[in-house]
């Protein structure tokens, strides 16, 4: 079974740009989290979807935004790029269990961001 | 809320040495526990988990035992090899909020041959 996939692995974007990223995830789960990884910060989560709708949020400005379509891929949006984004960007499937159990998270290689 | 801490790094070992990585939490209720890798330039790779308490993870010579008592989760390696250079992740799914992933900071292992 093929693993999560994203696109694009590397962009390099300027200050004041937007950015949008790709993920698809594992055939058949539905539910997709990004996460940010930064030396500073360490792992972030930013966000989830399942069955298209954002479930859960993570402390991120409104700046980033995401989406999920009907076939579960995801796409991340960065709007008004600062140089602190800079950073990989992993997103992550998993097929959702039982209502208070909890899912394995099967992670992308991720796409690597530098704003200059 | 919710945390995860654990030992900083980096780590350096011979080959053939015993590695532990201490790993302790703060949750509410019973989180699953996980290790996760990261090799060099990649994204991250489950490598063992645990849901409940004194449940052992076991992947390719690491293990890890979930230990409600002492809120711990430490990884551990009889016999390193250089290919297990790497980040290593310990990481929690609270039971408020099942699909966000907690992690600690990281710690980075070298192995010498």
């Known amino acids: 079974k093929a693993g999560v996939t994203q696109t694009p692995r590397y962009l390099i974007k300027t200050r004041g740009q937007q950015v949008t990223l790709s993920c698809s995830p594992i055939s058949g789960h539905r539910s997709v989290s990004w996460y940010q990884q930064t030396p500073g910060q360490g792992l972030q989560f930013l966000f989830e979807y399942f069955s298209e709708t954002q479930r859960n949020k993570g402390n991120f400005p409104g700046r980033f935004s995401g989406r999920q379509f009907s076939n579960s891929r995801s796409e991340m949006n960065v709007s008004t790029l600062e140089l602190g984004d800079s950073a990989l960007y992993l997103c992550a499937s998993s097929m959702p269990r039982d209502r208070g159990r909890q899912e394995t998270q099967y992670f992308g290689p991720g796409t690597r961001l530098l704003v200059l | 809320g919710d945390s995860v801490t654990q030992m900083e790094g980096p780590v350096t070992l011979s080959e053939e040495a015993f590695l532990t990585i201490n790993c302790t939490y703060t949750a509410t209720g019973y989180p699953s526990l996980f290790w996760y890798v990261q090799y060099p330039g990649e994204g991250l790779q489950l490598l063992l988990k645990?849901?409940?308490?004194?449940d052992k993870g076991s992947n390719k010579g690491f293990e890890a035992t979930y230990r409600k008592e002492t809120t711990s989760f430490h990884l551990e390696k009889g016999s390193v090899q250089v290919s297990d250079s790497a980040v290593y992740f310990c990481?929690?799914?609270?039971?408020?909020?099942?699909?966000?992933?907690?992690f600690g900071s990281g710690t980075r292992l070298s192995i010498r041959p």
């Open positions: 990481a929690l799914s609270g039971m408020s909020s099942a699909s966000k992933i907690i």
């Open positions: 645990a849901t409940k308490a004194d």
